[in-house]
């Protein structure tokens, strides 16, 4: 049976519905306002908002527990096991805006242990209870779901054609980003077996993966101990680090696999942070180093390039930014040194945890709960911002952004603002005529000028 709405109820439905989409937008930008996430407040930190959005799962009753960042995509984890792929990149060639909502799925029953996202250019994995999981990266479609048999200790994390994945007390599992794959499609698959000292770590089964000799079973590496934090993507390998500070690298070379160790001999403070082929690690012991990969083609190995004793504890990863190496030293405060060298290049007394950089400037969560920033060149103190409720601890090591994100669901990517002159360019000049002089660039106005 029909129920019939006389026009008068029906517009009366019709505003409230408005009403309520208008309230709750309000309440979104009233979150925003006078935050970082604020587009006024970012523009006058010299920062430009590329995009906010609201991860679309039940705030109420769950909160946002993991946000991973990647090249195009970040991914956010809701404690309800939502996954949600979020557009980070600008948008080329017909793609998505950047802050759009990709894909979203759900893994596992809600309230279960939850790791974060391993974020790969083919798939994203995410462990969840015993299980791991692998989506599209452009669709968010399940490409495939495998049992663990233990609990995993960190992320699972795409690297090459593989995925890595930690698990509890050791052992890090290594499967195929496509477990079905035809003969052909991989290349190098019988050099790509496995590492010295591997194993396959289940019987075969001939309708995936042929004999125990397929390149395409699952092996279990012997991770050295303990892994901490999820592998890092390197050389086309991965690399770990232990509870015991055991640095372990596994990496393609010219005649197959080969396992790279460097002992650091005390815990790092936070994972590594990776650029090309340096790895630049902190430790508990207070030390500063750079590992990097000896350049040896036929024998690969790890090579310490510099180490820095470090006047005290460090707090959290270092940050790499061009030439230029940040570390926070606590209540002793942030320390910048030289990539190529060791050498210090400034020491600031603001204390607080690092969070990314942005062009010239390095950011800290400070003492009293801002978003601040220092010179990146100078450690001269720059601009601050309040933080509202973006209080989800985050850490950029990929890109120069600053990406925060609320409990509840509010994610904002923030990026250096480029200034460009507001001239045309040049009309084509006839033979022998010589172009007019530039006009000087436009000053910036006075609200967007900030004091240092």
Known sequence: MHRLISPL????????????????SAAGQSLLCGTAGDD??????????EWVVQVPFDSAGWRLEHVSIGDDLVVACSGDGGVHAIQASPSQNGSPRAGSVLWSQRVGTPGGPLQAA????????VARDLDLYAFDSADGSRTWHRTLGRPPSAAAVPSGEWVYGPLSANGVLRLPVNPVAQPGEQKDRKKDAAAPGDRPVNKPNKNV???????????????GGRVESAPI???GGVVWYTQSGLLVGVVPYSLGWKRLEFDLRSALTGPPTIRDTGIFVATEEGDLARIDDSGQEDAPDFA????????ARPDGSPLVSGQTVVVSLGDAGIHAFSAATGDVL????VAGRLVATTGNRVWCVDRVGRLSSLDLSTG????????????????????????LASPDGLVVSLAPRRTTSKLPPPLPMDDGEQPPAAAPAEEPAAEERTET
């Open 118 to 125: 391993g974020i790969g250019p083919q798939v994203v994995t």
């Open 346 to 349: 400034w020491r600031s007394c």
């Open 209 to 223: 993966a042929g004999t125990s000799a397929d390149p395409l079973l699952p092996i279990s590496l012997d991770a």
């Open 233 to 235: 993507a390197y050389e």
């Open 380 to 403: 001269m103190p720059g601009e601050w911002m309040c933080l509202g409720d973006f209080t989800l601890p985050l850490t950029n090591t990929v890109s120069e952004r600053l990406v």
């Open 9 to 24: 109820a029906g517009a009366v439905l019709l505003s409230t519905v408005v009403w309520i989409a208008s309230g709750l």
């Open 40 to 49: 006024l407040v970012a523009a006058r930190a010299g920062l430009t908002r």
């Open 304 to 311: 310490a390039i510099w180490h820095v004793v470090l006047v």
